[in-house]
């Protein structure tokens, strides 16, 4: 098994963030939801790497494993969207989360952003667990910024400050 390297997206990897997010969303979670149903997945270029914003794959052996975006929402402030790991590069002896997180949190603090944001659904709860491992309060929905984008999947919500 070969290391994992986390790298700026490039158009060339639209399949293989498909073929990553898509099956846990559904497989795993069981969304009844679609690439069309996700508008940013055909425009990740100008969705996320705008900005302050950016767009990472995690890569083993030439395959997307995982993902991981921030969209810049203005003031200093960003949300973190897309973080997904394919099952079979889960874990601590993989550390793909992680890398994934740090590459976000080293641009973010480069970028000059204040603050992070990020949705995510009740059910994820391995998800609420590394999040706050790394360093995210839990916040209300009141609390978010006006611009914040959310999903309709989204019923739990964190901040972070950029450091």
Excluded: C
């Amino acid at each position: 098994m070969s290391e994992i390297t986390v790298r700026p997206y490039e158009p060339r990897d639209a399949d293989g963030v498909v073929s990553v997010i898509l099956p846990i969303q559904r497989e795993e979670f069981g969304f009844s939801i679609t690439a069309q149903d996700q508008p940013d997945l055909a425009v990740i270029p100008d969705f996320y790497q705008t900005g302050k914003g950016g767009f990472w794959v995690a890569e083993q052996d030439g395959v997307i494993v995982g993902t991981i975006g921030l969209k810049d929402i203005g003031n200093d402030q960003a949300t973190l969207r897309k973080m997904f790991v394919a099952a079979e590069a889960r874990g601590r002896e993989h550390g793909t989360a992680a890398k994934l997180l740090e590459r976000l949190f080293t641009h973010a603090q480069a970028a000059g952003l204040s603050e992070i944001f990020l949705g995510t659904t009740e059910k994820f709860l391995a998800a609420h667990r590394f999040y706050e491992k790394h360093g995210f309060v839990q916040v209300e929905k009141a609390e978010l910024p006006e611009a914040f984008l959310f999903m309709k999947v989204d019923t739990r919500f964190y901040r972070r400050g950029v450091n």
